[in-house]
């Protein structure tokens, strides 16, 4: 993790930026096969909080601190944990089979929460 955030040049750079716009091309292909009059419920629910990973991600990463980046990926695990209940909801629904998404959203999770523990760890460096 270290290399890579010292490594950047912009939010483009980072792994998890990738990731969760893999993720959001993938929501985009499911709700494709929803129904019609879901178009504008839940398919557009799971939409919105999938391009909201990625696009928090690059707002945090093009701000002037580490502790507003840190705002901003918490941001985007709240859009990840809606997306996720999201997920849930449309499989309970019959909306969707495939649960391959799970694995993504926990990796992307997985990610976030170890960028967010690396910038603490440089705010108390820095401060010390």
């Given amino acids: 993790m270290k290399s890579e955030v ?3 040049k912009t939010h ?13 091309k993938e929501v985009y292909k499911l709700t494709e096969n929803f129904p019609k009059e879901e178009t504008f419920g839940l ?11 990625p696009s928090n991600i690059a707002e945090g990463a093009a701000r002037n601190s580490d502790k507003e980046f840190i705002q901003f990926l918490h941001v985007s695990l709240g ?5 996720e209940t999201q997920l849930l909801l449309s499989r ?6 495939d649960e391959k998404l799970n694995g993504s959203v926990e990796q992307i999770r997985r990610m976030l929460l170890g960028l967010i ?11 010390g």
Avoid: C, T
């Fill in 92 to 97: 309970e629904l019959g909306f969707a089979k």
């Fill in 6 to 8: 010292n490594k950047i």
């Fill in 79 to 83: 859009s990840l944990a809606e997306l």
């Fill in 117 to 127: 523990k690396y910038l603490r760890g440089r705010l108390v460096k820095s401060k």
């Fill in 43 to 53: 398919a557009s629910q799971m939409r919105r909080a999938a391009v909201s990973i």
């Fill in 12 to 24: 483009k750079d980072l792994d998890v930026w990738k990731e969760s716009m893999a993720l959001v």
